[in-house]
């Protein structure tokens, strides 16, 4: 069975910096590549970055690319998004995605 469980979000405040993380299990994680996604309120989910499977090649979407960096361990089935000076518009329910299955997400709430 698939799993993936993301942790770390709760109230951040704006220049904060929170690290996001992913834990897989149920399928051979080490060979696909990991994506965390955001969905704030009342808009669709959006692509926040990418990393290959080995964890050379990343790519960021350009709303968050030179603050939040995605990193990987494949010992440990997790995949990390650490998110700094995060700004309200960062505000989102924060979901890791890999193979074919989607975690249930970590809020995220940036306010002062």
């Known amino acids: 069975q698939v799993q993936l469980v993301e942790s770390g979000g709760g109230l951040v405040q704006p220049g904060g910096s929170p690290r996001l993380s992913c834990v897989a299990s149920?399928?051979?994680?080490?060979?696909?590549?990991m994506r965390w996604f955001r969905q704030a309120p009342g808009k669709e989910r959006e692509l926040v970055a990418e990393?290959?499977?080995?964890?050379?090649?990343?790519n960021y979407k350009d709303y968050v690319k030179g603050r939040f960096t995605i990193s990987r361990d494949n010992n440990k089935n997790t995949v990390y998004l650490q998110m700094d000076n995060l700004k309200p518009e960062d505000t989102a329910v924060y979901y890791c995605k890999g193979y074919t299955s989607w975690g249930k997400g970590t809020l995220v709430t940036v306010s002062s």
């Open positions: 149920g399928f051979p994680f080490r060979f696909y590549t």
């Open positions: 990393i290959s499977d080995t964890g050379i090649t990343t």
